[in-house]
């Protein structure tokens, strides 16, 4: 079946989430895309992410969801933190993407997935692994990842942001991953992935992504 994406003034769009990582990628994208939003607390710890009501919206009891309402009715659900991003990325005034058939888009995907895949999955390996007491491989992963941020200082060399001159999906996963490890990166080794921290982190709708479901406990 076919699906228009519905876009205009009565849509409006509801970030269900909580205050990890993956649902601050979201807000942070909405932030930045000057898009509004609501966001609803999914109190994780409850459990409410396991009622029947959210099941009904991500079977795979998670967050984060953005749910999209026409005229009030909901007319689109979509869940998986980077689904959700490479949506926003176009849906706003600020668009967080470079534009589709262009070789901009295609590496800005390229550092969108070398975040996503070499740098945030294994930390996720390693959060897993501390809390089932497997510290060794714990660390590897967590080394792993710092490893592959490090190696981001490339992008930077002559580029303001991680794909070139535009702010990006790539910068947004990057900065919520530097900005919980900030105390184990090596600045002093990378200058201009420290340069880039700074700019980045001084964007006032990155921070305010950042916070959005902080506001709301
Ligand atoms: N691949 C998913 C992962 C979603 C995910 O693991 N969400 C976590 C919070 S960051 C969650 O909802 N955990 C609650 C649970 O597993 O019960 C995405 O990127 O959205």
């Known amino acids: 079946m076919h699906m228009e994406i519905e876009t205009g003034l009565d849509v409006t769009l509801e970030l ?108 996720h390996a390693g959060f897993f692994m501390t809390g089932s007491l497997q510290h060794v491989q714990a660390s590897m992963h967590h080394r792993r990842s710092l490893e592959a941020l490090a190696l981001s200082e490339r992008f930077l060399v002559d580029s303001q942001f991680l794909a070139g001159e535009t702010f990006t999906l790539a910068d947004i996963c990057a900065v919520s991953f530097a900005m919980y490890e900030a105390q184990s990166i090596d600045w002093e080794r990378l200058p201009n992935l420290r340069r880039w921290f700074q700019e980045v982190t001084a964007r006032p709708a990155v921070m305010r992504g950042f916070r959005t479901f902080e506001r709301l406990r």
């Open 16 to 123: 269900l989430g909580a205050r990890t990582g993956n649902c601050q990628r979201a807000a942070i994208a909405l932030e930045e895309a000057g898009l509004e939003y609501t966001p609803v607390l999914v109190d994780l710890r409850g459990g409410q992410q396991r009622l029947a009501s959210h099941l009904r919206l991500n079977p795979a009891g998670k967050v984060p969801v953005l749910v999209e309402r026409t005229g009030g009715r909901e007319t689109f659900v979509l869940s998986q933190s980077n689904a959700i991003m490479l949506h926003i990325a176009d849906l706003g005034p600020n668009k967080l993407l470079p534009p589709e058939n262009s070789r901009e888009r295609l590496i800005a995907y390229e550092r969108f997935m070398y975040v996503v895949t070499d740098v945030i999955a294994p930390s």
